[in-house]
Antibody, heavy 118, light 106 residues
Framework: EVQLWESGGNLVQPGGSLRLSCAASGFIFSSYVMTWVRQTPGKGLEWISSISGSGGDTYYADSAKGRFTMSRDNSKNTVYLQMFSLRAEDTAVYYC???????????WGQGTVVTVSS | EIVLTQSPGTLSLSPGERATLSCRASQSLSRNYLAWYRQKPGQAPRLLIYGASSRATGIPDRFSGSGSGTDFTLIISRLEPEDFAVYYCQQYGSSYTFGQGTKLEI
């Protein structure tokens, strides 16, 4: 059974940093692209970043470029999202997802809440 | 960026009825890389349909997807109580974007 478990969400002040983690199980982790997606009431679902199975290639939305860094540790079956210079508009539920492959984002974690506020 | 527009915004139906949800893309999607997700309150989205018309693992056959190019449809043939939720379409052929959602309410 595929499982994804995000952690690391918290209340952080504007300009602060936070690292999110997503632990995976139930599939051959290193064979899959992994992705972070966030959701806000105002903007809906927004793709943030993806990383190749090897970790050698990363992709970012414009909203994340230069401030967020996605990485993975295949020995721990975990992906990370390091976020810097956080802004109020980064407040969201952050989900990690398996994929995309030919079948889109086939499985999502339960999400972790990031609140950026003073 | 490919913009996806879903309609209607809200759909009010009863259990046992048929639901038809639409998703229109601002430009033609390569390889029909269009997915549909259902999101229940307090839960993560769940993949229902990928490649415009293929059901994901474990998804019952009352869900069907169709379409190509810029116009796509999700049909739920006989609504069950657990189907009342928000539905999102997503394209994954050119970066990744989501529609704004259709709320299916009783």
């Amino acid at each position: 059974e595929v499982q994804l478990w995000e952690s690391g969400g918290n209340l952080v002040q504007p300009g602060g940093s936070l690292r999110l983690s997503c632990a995976a199980s139930g599939f051959i982790f290193s064979s899959y692209v992994m992705t972070w997606v966030r959701q806000t009431p105002g903007k809906g679902l927004e793709w943030i970043s993806s990383i190749s199975g090897s970790g050698g290639d990363t992709y970012y939305a414009d909203s994340a470029k230069g401030r967020f860094t996605m990485s993975r540790d295949n020995s721990k079956n975990t992906v990370y999202l390091q976020m810097f210079s956080l802004r109020a508009e980064d407040t969201a539920v952050y989900y990690c997802a398996k994929g995309p492959q030919f079948d889109g984002f086939s499985f999502w974690g339960q999400g972790t809440v990031v609140t950026v506020s003073s | 960026e490919i913009v996806l527009t879903q309609s209607p915004g809200t759909l009010s139906l009863s259990p046992g009825e048929r639901a038809t949800l639409s998703c229109r893309a601002s430009q033609s999607l390569s390889r029909n890389y269009l997915a549909w997700y259902r999101q229940k309150p307090g839960q993560a989205p769940r993949l229902l349909i990928y490649g415009a018309s293929s059901r994901a693992t474990g998804i019952p056959d009352r869900f069907s997807g169709s379409g190509s190019g810029t116009d796509f449809t999700l049909i739920i043939s006989r609504l069950e109580p657990e189907d009342f939720a928000v539905y999102y379409c997503q394209q994954y052929g050119s970066s990744y974007t989501f529609g704004q959602g259709t709320k299916l309410e009783i």
